[in-house]
């Protein structure tokens, strides 16, 4: 289990935690009595009247990677007017450097379990599914009996296992698992999962941490939830952040607050690292200096070639060949890829392999890093996910936060760290050494 | 405004057999491993019937005719 941040409170700028308030260092799930003792009850029927409308002017946006507007996705759910929509809270959290939904599900569970609820009110859905992962399933149940118990929730919630795997989180591998079929990325160009998901009916797949804030705008309503916030990045983000300490800490800060506050991470202390590699393996490396005054808004990540994505905060410190750790996430990403599409199948095993030539052998690509740009542009945006996508941010980063490094690797060979353990949350036991596993290739012969 | 039609490619089905850029080399070009290479702009009317052939065609049935979203 993760743990928190020694103090979340002691977040300078006066950031209040919101989700995690009054939650302590101690293991225990808040359990539903003091769970309404300190949020009181969800009005069922004004979330069903008016939670779409307070959405959008609450401005909340989707907290598991994409940052996409809630309202307009529950909008185009609600399209489908002959099949009643299924709601699915997604606690299926494939990146193994973040720990926030985890710890949403083991402590926090009722919140979550409002959010979704509210969701399956304001769409009218004849399901309600929670997607999560095995060893939090019995917790989830427990939490949902002790609710039944007391009949809160309109639609009985279903508890049903995630995969175990990086892309298992996928919205379209969400639906295709509960419709019994491999955890996989689908295609959607034609039948969007809003209009086609579980069982056939309109389908919305929501992040548990996103559910958990719609449990508080369908209490507290749009006012209050931008009481936190910027504008136009309003409310709080829960983060895991890593090479602060030892493992992985959690906290929740308000957007728009500088990341070097949140590391509380001054400029003399971050010349200890190499740079911090925002939004997970699929997210984008920042150099020390610009990662210190970035703002946590998606847009302003994305100008800066990043993501938020579902809030992991990576810290390399000194001591490391940046360009090894890339070449392990590429290896990282090629290994959890699904094998489904062409571009992604046979373009991140080229990706994978030349990373790790740049970091160990750079003499083979004789001066040259147009190779790795080229296969870039080969598969981004060609599979049916954004997988192949997320490698290539964090190749494009790299090559540009860490050029100097690019220079010295390709001018003078290996640098000295290149064998040095990584500093990855637990991507440890890649061995660039060791070439890729065999792997079917897809295309022609 | 006429429908505007785009080729999109179903990258789980496509196998890379190539019959798309062999029927509609015009707008389909093929990458280093035999995927089709899709630009996502409009069919220009004239070209339509090399697209629909094109469609029909693929073995793996991964290619389809999509409506483009009109600018508001």
């Known amino acids: 289990m993760p743990q928190l941040a020694p103090h979340p409170r002691a977040l300078p700028g006066g950031a209040v935690p919101r989700l995690l308030s009054g939650l302590d260092q101690a293991g225990a799930p808040v359990g539903l009595d003091e769970h309404l ?12 009247s008016s939670l779409l409308d ?50 949403l599900m083991a402590r926090l569970p009722h919140l979550v ?32 009996a002790q609710r039944r118990q007391r009949s809160i929730d309109p639609v009985a919630i279903e508890v049903v296992e995630a995969a175990d795997t990086f892309i298992a989180g996928q919205e379209t591998a969400v639906v295709n698992a509960l419709n019994r079929k491999l955890p996989l990325p689908t295609f959607v160009g034609i039948d969007p999962i809003r209009t086609k998901g579980v069982g056939g009916r309109p389908t919305l797949v929501q992040n548990v941490e996103t559910l958990a804030h719609v449990a508080l705008v369908a209490r507290f309503g749009p006012a209050w939830f931008r009481g936190l916030g910027t504008p136009a990045a309003p409310g709080t983000m829960l983060m895991t952040l890593h090479g602060r300490g030892e ?45 210190l005054d970035l703002r946590l808004d998606e847009a ?25 750790e890339t070449a392990r996430i590429v290896r990282y990403l090629d290994q959890q890829k699904a094998g489904q599409c062409g571009p992604c199948v046979n373009g991140l095993g080229e990706l994978s392999a030349l990373c790790t030539a ?15 740009l080229d296969v870039c542009a080969l598969v981004e945006g060609r599979g049916a996910c954004r997988h192949p996508d997320g490698a290539t941010r964090v190749v494009r980063s790299a090559l540009q936060v860490f050029g100097h490094e690019v220079k010295a690797h390709l001018g003078g060979g290996p640098c000295a760290h290149v064998g040095a353990p990584s500093a990855l949350p637990g991507l440890g036991r890649i061995d660039l050494g060791r070439g890729p596993a065999a792997r079917g290739r897809k295309g022609r012969p | 405004m006429k429908r505007r039609l785009a080729l999109v490619v179903d990258a789980v089905a496509c196998d890379g057999h190539g019959v798309c850029a062999e029927l509609f080399p015009e707008r389909v070009t093929l990458d280093r491993w035999g995927f089709p290479l899709l630009d996502g702009a409009g069919i220009a009317p004239a070209h339509l019937e090399h697209a629909e052939r094109a469609v029909v065609a693929c073995p793996r049935l991964a290619l389809h005719l999509k409506e483009l979203e009109r600018k508001p």
């Open chain 1, 300 to 324: 302003e990540a994305r100008r800066h070639g990043a993501s938020l994505g579902a809030g992991v905060v990576v810290l390399l410190p000194a001591p490391a060949c940046p360009l090894a």
């Open chain 1, 37 to 48: 003792a300190r949020w009181g009850p969800v009005s069922w029927g004004h979330a069903q």
């Open chain 1, 54 to 103: 307070d959405l959008e002017a609450s401005g909340l946006a989707g907290h598991g990677g994409a940052w996409f507007p809630v309202s307009v996705k529950w909008r185009s759910v609600r399209g489908g007017l002959l099949k009643r929509p299924v709601v699915v809270a997604n606690a299926a959290e494939g990146e193994p450097a973040s720990s926030k939904d985890e710890l």
């Open chain 1, 113 to 144: 379990l409002d959010g979704a609820s509210a969701a399956g009110a304001a769409l009218g859905a004849g399901r309600v599914i929670v997607y999560a992962p095995g060893h939090l399933v019995a917790s989830v149940e427990h939490a949902v």
């Open chain 1, 247 to 291: 493992g992985p800490r959690i906290v929740e800060a308000p957007l728009g607050m500088r990341l070097g506050d949140v590391l509380g991470l001054s400029a003399d202390e971050a010349r200890h690292y190499w740079g911090v590699l925002l939004g997970g393996y699929g997210g984008g490396w920042l150099p020390m200096a610009g990662a």
């Open chain 1, 358 to 372: 740049l970091a160990l052998q750079p003499s083979t690509l004789r001066g040259r890093v147009e190779p790795l």
